[in-house]
């Protein structure tokens, strides 16, 4: 079966520093797939890339089978994510944001967009300006945006950053249900704890090499004492 995202050797360096470092990366359709590693590990270097948004220096990546360099847009056909905070009209309501977003990629989306809020919990706040969302909410309703394109793979670069306990725990429940949904999800997160709730896989990474690459269950098992994940944190 076609990996949901396969990529080859991915290298990226800026001058002296080498971002991203031979990285390669198998994400099976259904899984919830953690990249793991600290500040400046080069995660949201690799996120770039596997979406097509700058070049690597070396190798390559593709989704579902196809590279986004060679084939473009079509390459993206079922895939969303972002690697910033999502950006939105802030004196519009939420549900308004989404019809913009809708209206751009064309046709009727009004059920799409009512399941798209539910799906993100953020139905009772439809119609609020998006000035007064929390940041949590803000990046619930960059989901909320994304799910409007009815992706099979979802890749999200640090969804929790910057949120607080409560905002953590709805961003959590939100993966967790959108894997329910059978979505695959590439998550990037400094938080041991949150790929431990979540993730099937990881991968671990550290000066743009993945030093670990398994499933999470092994990866504790065998892992005891060789890595303080804990102080990736
Ligand atoms: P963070 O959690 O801090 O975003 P990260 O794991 O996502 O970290 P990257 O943002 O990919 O890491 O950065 C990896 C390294 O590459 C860092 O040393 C960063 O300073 C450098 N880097 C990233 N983008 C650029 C750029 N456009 N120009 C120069 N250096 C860059």
Redesign the pocket.
């Known amino acids: 079966m076609t990996a949901a995202i396969e990529a080859r050797g991915l290298v990226k360096r ?2 002296e ?1 080498t ?2 470092d031979h990285v390669d990366l198998t994400v099976r359709s259904g899984d919830v797939y953690g990249y793991l ?10 996120l770039r890339m596997l979406l097509g948004l700058i070049r690597p220096d070396e190798g390559s990546a593709r989704l579902f089978g196809h590279d986004p360099l060679v084939e473009g847009a079509r390459a993206l056909d079922g895939v969303a994510g972002f690697v910033e905070a999502p950006r939105f009209y802030p004196y519009m309501s939420a549900r308004k944001n989404l019809e913009f977003v809708a209206a751009l990629d064309g046709g009727d989306a009004a059920e799409r967009i009512d399941e798209a809020l539910d799906t993100v919990d953020l139905t009772k706040r439809q119609h609020d300006k998006v000035r007064g969302y929390s940041h949590g909410m803000k990046q619930r309703l960059g989901i909320a945006g994304a799910l409007l394109r009815d992706p099979k793979l979802l890749l999200l ?2 969804p929790t ?1 910057g949120l607080d306990p409560a905002g953590m725990r709805d961003m959590r429940a939100l993966v967790h249900r959108l894997a329910e949904d059978g979505l695959t999800v590439l998550l ?1 997160s ?1 938080l041991m704890s949150e790929v431990e709730d979540l993730c099937d896989r990881v991968a671990i ?1 550290t000066r ?1 090499r993945v030093v670990y690459e398994g499933a999470l269950d092994e990866l504790i098992a065998t892992t005891a004492g060789r890595y303080d994940l804990r102080t990736t944190n």
């Open positions: 800026y001058g520093i971002a991203v590693g600290p500040n400046g590990a080069g995660k949201t270097t690799s670069d640090e950053t990037s400094h990474v743009g």
